[in-house]
């Protein structure tokens, strides 16, 4: 039998899993305008679908993280109320099964949606809710999906234990960890330290970002002083990898710990090009990282303000680097292998949904 050609439709059908999702970062362009008409939020830089998401596109494609950030005023903006995040939650989930992902953790910041009164339980009930809904309809049509969720802090603001302490009374529910984010410089992860302190005390799972903006000392201090499972991005252990005037590549000891140790990196190509973590695809670290071995997964970041999917992430993957079916799938074990599900539920996803869609492919 002869494989089948990789391209964009029957990537889309390969099953796939994802990490680094952001649920403000892949809002529809016409749900902003439509939830913005009904909770009367003024300011988006236009009223036409198509335009407002070439406007976000633009606006993120900056080179700059800061600027890239700013961004999510207007998505945050327009998710303050249970029923926004429901429906925003809901799409999430339907979105991500129509580009053939079969699981994905989905992380927020739920001190982000409260600015209109609601409490923090009752902003990721609603959430969670949206996840229920929107899984139940891609069921409906033949698309399967299991979303877990992430509950993240924000690393300049001050209320990452509590954000801890609420994702793990809700991790039997949807919630699968706990994440920081935002600037990186001048916000360490050691700021956070009783949150992931208690995290640990709990047997709670956590990612980190870090190594996005800034280099080695936030990578070093989220493994060895917080304790992180996984690396938001990691791109910037790169740079404890030097390469021999015959090209040979010398890892130094973080490089060679994160390697040998396993910990996933939890990559997001495009959006790291637009935020000026690399210069482009084709110099993107994850083409070395991934001939070393790392344990690489590839994610979407943002899918409103890169435009980008996981099919898209993959198939310009495939055709920057010359990937293959084996690579692709080689990524979405990877991936299945460092959620945060528990052992059984992982293996069952491996051995029954990932390995047989590609075996169809590959065959």
Known sequence: MVPVSLNVDSVRDAPKVLLHDHLDGGLRPATVLELADAAGYQGLPSTDAQELGEWFLAASHSGSLELYLETFGHT???????????????????????????????????????????????????????????????????????????LTAMRHAARSREIAELSVRYRNLGVVGFDIAGAEAGFPP?????????????????????????????????????????LGHGVRIVDDITLGADGTPRLGLLAAYVRDKRIPLEMCPTSNVHTGAAKSLADHPIGLLTELR??????TDNRLMSDVSMTSEMTALADTFGYGWADLQWFTVNAMKSSFLGFDERLAMINEVIKPGYAALMA
């Open 76 to 150: 945050v903006g327009v998710m303050q109320s249970a029923d926004a995040l429901v429906r925003v939650a809901a799409e999430c989930a339907e979105d991500l099964a129509t580009d053939g992902v079969v699981y994905a953790e989905v992380r927020f910041a739920p001190e982000l949606h409260v600015e209109q009164g609601l409490e923090l339980d009752a902003v990721v009930e609603a959430v969670l809710e949206g996840f229920r809904v929107g899984s139940a309809r891609a069921a409906e049509r033949g698309r399967r999906i299991r979303v877990g969720c992430l």
């Open 190 to 230: 050691t700021r956070h330290l009783d949150a992931f302190e208690y995290l640990r005390q709990q047997n709670a799972h956590f990612t980190i970002h870090a190594g996005e903006a800034f280099g080695l000392p936030s990578i070093w201090e989220a493994l060895q002083w917080c304790g992180t499972d996984r």
């Open 294 to 299: 790392f344990r690489v997964t590839v994610n």
